[in-house]
């Protein structure tokens, strides 16, 4: 059985950082896609950034403030989240996808990926 877990989530004032792990266990991804996806209060879940063999990729939102890496022989992936703004409150949902293939523009579609974390909350107070 396929798990992720999402750790790392916390409240943080405006201009802090935080980083957020995701521990994926049941199968191995390492040849596969890893993202990050975040939902607000009211508001539609939205891509935030993803990983795989060609490259890293961000939302407009976060590129310059946000990195995603991974460490393979652990199964993890993690978020680095600095500069944060209020703006970026919400549950951050980890996701994996077992192709590490296909068109760049999808990666930022959440019907790509075939695994879900639980989430973790984020806070940023203003």
């Known amino acids: 059985q396929v798990q992720l877990v999402e750790s790392g989530g916390g409240l943080v004032q405006a201009g802090g950082s935080l980083r957020l792990s995701c521990a994926a266990s049941?199968?191995?991804?390492?040849?596969?896609?890893m993202g990050w996806f975040r939902q607000a209060p009211g508001k539609e879940r939205e891509f935030v950034a993803a990983?795989?063999?060609?490259?890293?990729y961000y939302a407009d939102s976060v590129k310059g403030r946000f990195t995603i890496s991974r460490d393979n022989a652990k199964n993890t992936v993690y978020l680095q989240m600095n500069s944060l703004k209020f703006e970026d409150t919400a549950v951050y949902y980890c996701?994996?996808?077992?192709?590490?293939?296909?068109?760049?523009?999808?990666?930022?579609?959440?019907?790509?990926?075939?695994?879900w974390g639980q989430g973790t909350q984020v806070t940023v107070s203003s």
């Open positions: 996701a994996a996808r077992i192709s590490g293939t296909g068109s760049t523009g999808r990666l930022s579609q959440s019907i790509e990926y075939d695994y």
């Open positions: 049941g199968r191995t991804f390492s040849g596969g896609t």
């Open positions: 990983i795989r063999w060609s490259g890293t």
